[in-house]
Protein backbone atom coordinates (compact mmCIF):
# COMPACT_ATOMS: atom_id res chain seq x y z
CA UNK A 1 0.00 0.00 0.00
CA UNK A 2 1.81 3.54 -1.53
CA UNK A 3 -1.41 5.01 -0.81
CA UNK A 4 -1.47 9.24 1.79
CA UNK A 5 -5.40 9.51 2.04
CA UNK A 6 -6.45 13.39 3.38
CA UNK A 7 -9.99 14.56 4.41
CA UNK A 8 -12.32 15.91 3.48
CA UNK A 9 -11.35 16.53 -0.45
CA UNK A 10 -12.83 19.85 -0.27
CA UNK A 11 -13.32 22.17 2.79
CA UNK A 12 -15.39 25.97 2.74
CA UNK A 13 -15.09 27.88 5.93
CA UNK A 14 -15.66 30.68 7.56
CA UNK A 15 -12.67 33.14 8.90
CA UNK A 16 -14.57 32.48 12.61
CA UNK A 17 -14.83 28.90 12.09
CA UNK A 18 -12.26 25.97 13.30
CA UNK A 19 -12.02 22.58 11.15
CA UNK A 20 -9.35 20.19 11.09
CA UNK A 21 -7.46 18.34 7.62
CA UNK A 22 -6.83 14.80 8.60
CA UNK A 23 -3.83 12.91 6.54
CA UNK A 24 -2.83 9.22 7.21
CA UNK A 25 -0.57 6.52 6.04
CA UNK A 26 0.22 2.95 6.29
CA UNK A 27 3.76 2.56 4.60
CA UNK A 28 5.76 2.82 8.00
CA UNK A 29 7.16 6.15 7.07
CA UNK A 30 8.41 7.86 9.78
CA UNK A 31 8.35 11.33 8.46
CA UNK A 32 5.02 13.23 7.43
CA UNK A 33 5.12 16.35 5.82
CA UNK A 34 2.19 19.37 5.58
CA UNK A 35 2.64 21.61 1.98
CA UNK A 36 0.32 24.40 1.15
CA UNK A 37 0.05 25.07 -3.05
CA UNK A 38 -1.34 28.32 -4.83
CA UNK A 39 -2.50 27.48 -8.01
CA UNK A 40 0.22 27.49 -10.35
CA UNK A 41 2.64 27.37 -8.03
CA UNK A 42 5.03 24.66 -6.03
CA UNK A 43 4.04 23.71 -2.87
CA UNK A 44 5.67 25.47 -0.20
CA UNK A 45 6.80 23.61 3.24
CA UNK A 46 4.65 24.36 6.39
CA UNK A 47 5.64 21.62 9.26
CA UNK A 48 7.56 18.71 8.61
CA UNK A 49 7.09 15.64 11.43
CA UNK A 50 9.79 12.80 12.27
CA UNK A 51 8.93 10.25 14.45
CA UNK A 52 5.80 12.04 15.83
CA UNK A 53 7.83 14.56 16.74
CA UNK A 54 7.64 18.40 15.05
CA UNK A 55 10.81 18.46 13.46
CA UNK A 56 10.60 21.58 11.23
CA UNK A 57 7.52 24.65 11.55
CA UNK A 58 8.73 26.94 8.17
CA UNK A 59 7.61 30.19 10.27
CA UNK A 60 3.85 29.40 9.89
CA UNK A 61 1.68 31.52 11.02
CA UNK A 62 -0.15 30.21 14.31
CA UNK A 63 -3.66 29.43 12.74
CA UNK A 64 -2.55 26.41 11.66
CA UNK A 65 -1.79 23.90 13.90
CA UNK A 66 -0.14 20.41 13.38
CA UNK A 67 -0.83 17.53 15.42
CA UNK A 68 0.96 13.84 14.81
CA UNK A 69 -1.02 11.62 17.49
CA UNK A 70 0.91 8.71 16.23
CA UNK A 71 2.49 7.29 13.12
CA UNK A 72 -0.17 6.83 11.08
CA UNK A 73 -2.07 10.25 11.23
CA UNK A 74 -1.18 13.93 10.86
CA UNK A 75 -3.91 16.37 11.05
CA UNK A 76 -3.46 20.03 10.57
CA UNK A 77 -5.89 21.94 13.00
CA UNK A 78 -7.27 25.36 11.43
CA UNK A 79 -8.98 28.50 13.52
CA UNK A 80 -9.83 32.02 12.33
CA UNK A 81 -8.30 31.51 8.85
CA UNK A 82 -8.07 34.65 5.94
CA UNK A 83 -9.13 34.55 2.32
CA UNK A 84 -5.71 34.18 1.51
CA UNK A 85 -5.18 31.18 2.99
CA UNK A 86 -7.07 29.40 0.66
CA UNK A 87 -5.08 27.41 -1.14
CA UNK A 88 -4.37 23.28 -1.92
CA UNK A 89 -3.42 21.75 1.32
CA UNK A 90 -1.34 18.37 0.68
CA UNK A 91 -0.05 15.90 3.08
CA UNK A 92 3.17 13.54 2.14
CA UNK A 93 5.12 11.14 3.86
CA UNK A 94 8.74 9.73 3.56
CA UNK A 95 10.78 6.53 5.25
CA UNK A 96 13.38 9.45 6.57
CA UNK A 97 15.88 7.25 7.60
CA UNK A 98 19.00 9.35 6.69
CA UNK A 99 20.03 10.59 3.60
CA UNK A 100 17.30 10.92 0.94
CA UNK A 101 13.98 9.16 0.29
CA UNK A 102 11.35 9.94 -1.87
CA UNK A 103 7.79 11.78 -0.41
CA UNK A 104 4.65 10.03 -1.47
CA UNK A 105 1.68 12.51 -1.27
CA UNK A 106 -1.89 12.52 -0.82
CA UNK A 107 -4.44 14.14 -3.20
CA UNK A 108 -4.86 16.80 -1.21
CA UNK A 109 -7.70 18.95 0.33
CA UNK A 110 -8.89 22.13 -1.31
CA UNK A 111 -9.36 24.45 1.37
CA UNK A 112 -11.44 27.77 0.51
CA UNK A 113 -11.77 30.53 3.30
CA UNK A 114 -14.83 32.53 2.71
CA UNK B 1 18.07 31.31 0.89
CA UNK B 2 17.83 28.57 -2.38
CA UNK B 3 15.94 29.20 -5.75
CA UNK B 4 15.15 26.82 -8.16
CA UNK B 5 14.13 28.39 -11.70
CA UNK B 6 12.23 26.39 -14.40
CA UNK B 7 10.81 27.89 -17.81
CA UNK B 8 6.63 28.16 -16.92
CA UNK B 9 5.76 26.81 -19.81
CA UNK B 10 6.55 23.74 -22.86
CA UNK B 11 4.87 22.53 -25.58
CA UNK B 12 5.79 19.57 -27.91
CA UNK B 13 3.68 16.87 -29.75
CA UNK B 14 2.75 13.68 -29.45
CA UNK B 15 5.95 11.24 -29.79
CA UNK B 16 8.54 14.09 -29.46
CA UNK B 17 11.19 14.53 -27.01
CA UNK B 18 11.41 17.24 -24.89
CA UNK B 19 13.91 18.68 -21.89
CA UNK B 20 12.45 20.64 -19.27
CA UNK B 21 16.17 22.39 -17.01
CA UNK B 22 16.01 23.71 -13.83
CA UNK B 23 18.83 26.15 -12.81
CA UNK B 24 19.60 26.38 -9.06
CA UNK B 25 20.93 28.69 -6.63
CA UNK B 26 21.47 26.97 -3.03
CA UNK B 27 24.47 25.20 -1.40
CA UNK B 28 24.50 21.95 0.14
CA UNK B 29 21.97 19.41 -0.76
CA UNK B 30 21.82 15.61 -1.27
CA UNK B 31 20.36 15.73 -4.74
CA UNK B 32 17.39 17.04 -7.09
CA UNK B 33 14.56 15.31 -7.71
CA UNK B 34 11.44 15.50 -9.94
CA UNK B 35 8.05 15.19 -9.61
CA UNK B 36 5.03 15.31 -11.66
CA UNK B 37 2.07 16.89 -10.76
CA UNK B 38 -1.40 16.55 -13.32
CA UNK B 39 -4.01 19.29 -12.61
CA UNK B 40 -6.19 18.38 -9.59
CA UNK B 41 -3.72 15.57 -8.64
CA UNK B 42 -0.93 14.70 -5.88
CA UNK B 43 2.67 15.24 -7.20
CA UNK B 44 4.27 12.04 -7.97
CA UNK B 45 7.82 11.40 -7.69
CA UNK B 46 9.61 10.51 -11.14
CA UNK B 47 13.49 10.47 -10.72
CA UNK B 48 16.52 11.56 -8.48
CA UNK B 49 20.27 12.27 -9.34
CA UNK B 50 22.37 11.90 -6.14
CA UNK B 51 25.30 12.19 -8.07
CA UNK B 52 26.36 14.18 -11.79
CA UNK B 53 25.32 12.48 -14.21
CA UNK B 54 22.01 10.69 -16.20
CA UNK B 55 19.63 8.52 -14.50
CA UNK B 56 17.35 6.81 -17.09
CA UNK B 57 14.02 5.59 -15.60
CA UNK B 58 11.74 3.92 -18.87
CA UNK B 59 10.65 7.06 -21.03
CA UNK B 60 12.07 9.87 -18.52
CA UNK B 61 15.62 10.71 -17.72
CA UNK B 62 17.16 13.11 -15.30
CA UNK B 63 20.72 14.66 -15.62
CA UNK B 64 22.77 16.90 -12.90
CA UNK B 65 25.50 19.08 -12.97
CA UNK B 66 26.33 20.51 -9.77
CA UNK B 67 29.32 22.35 -11.16
CA UNK B 68 26.77 24.12 -13.44
CA UNK B 69 24.33 24.29 -10.63
CA UNK B 70 22.40 22.89 -13.33
CA UNK B 71 19.83 19.50 -14.24
CA UNK B 72 17.23 18.57 -16.25
CA UNK B 73 14.42 16.09 -17.01
CA UNK B 74 14.43 14.48 -20.47
CA UNK B 75 11.03 13.27 -21.43
CA UNK B 76 11.17 10.51 -24.56
CA UNK B 77 8.39 9.09 -26.48
CA UNK B 78 6.19 11.92 -25.24
CA UNK B 79 1.88 10.91 -25.01
CA UNK B 80 -0.88 12.74 -24.47
CA UNK B 81 -1.08 11.76 -20.57
CA UNK B 82 2.47 13.39 -20.14
CA UNK B 83 0.83 16.76 -20.06
CA UNK B 84 1.29 17.92 -16.96
CA UNK B 85 2.93 20.25 -14.37
CA UNK B 86 6.61 19.42 -13.70
CA UNK B 87 8.69 20.49 -10.69
CA UNK B 88 12.69 19.86 -9.93
CA UNK B 89 13.11 19.94 -6.26
CA UNK B 90 15.97 20.00 -4.14
CA UNK B 91 16.37 17.87 -0.76
CA UNK B 92 17.74 19.87 1.96
CA UNK B 93 18.94 18.48 5.42
CA UNK B 94 16.64 20.28 7.90
CA UNK B 95 17.66 18.98 11.15
CA UNK B 96 16.53 15.45 11.98
CA UNK B 97 14.87 14.95 8.31
CA UNK B 98 15.54 16.02 4.75
CA UNK B 99 12.63 18.84 3.44
CA UNK B 100 12.19 19.45 -0.40
CA UNK B 101 12.26 22.70 -1.83
CA UNK B 102 10.46 22.78 -4.87
CA UNK B 103 11.24 24.54 -8.20
CA UNK B 104 8.59 27.31 -9.60
CA UNK B 105 7.68 24.75 -11.86
CA UNK B 106 6.63 24.10 -15.86
CA UNK B 107 3.34 23.32 -17.39
CA UNK B 108 3.87 20.61 -20.43
CA UNK B 109 1.09 20.67 -22.80
CA UNK B 110 2.03 17.73 -25.74
CA UNK B 111 -0.07 18.25 -28.51
CA UNK B 112 -1.21 15.55 -31.20
Not at chain 1, 10 to 30: F, I
Not at chain 2, 23 to 47: E, I, N
Not at chain 2, 60 to 79: A, I, N, P, T, V
Request: hydrophobic share 30%; aromatic share 12%; charged share 15%.
Amino acid sequence: DTEVTQTPKHLVMGMTNKKSLKCEQHMGHRAMYWYKQKAKKPPELMFVYSYEKLSINESVPSRFSPECPNSSLLNLHLHALQPEDSALYLCASSQDEGGYYEQYFGPGTRLTVT
Amino acid sequence: GQSLEQPSEVTAVEGAIVQINCTYQTSGFYGLSWYQQHDGGAPTFLSYNALDGLEETGRFSSFLSRSDSYGYLLLQELQMKDSASYFCAVSLYGGATNKLIFGTGTLLAVQP
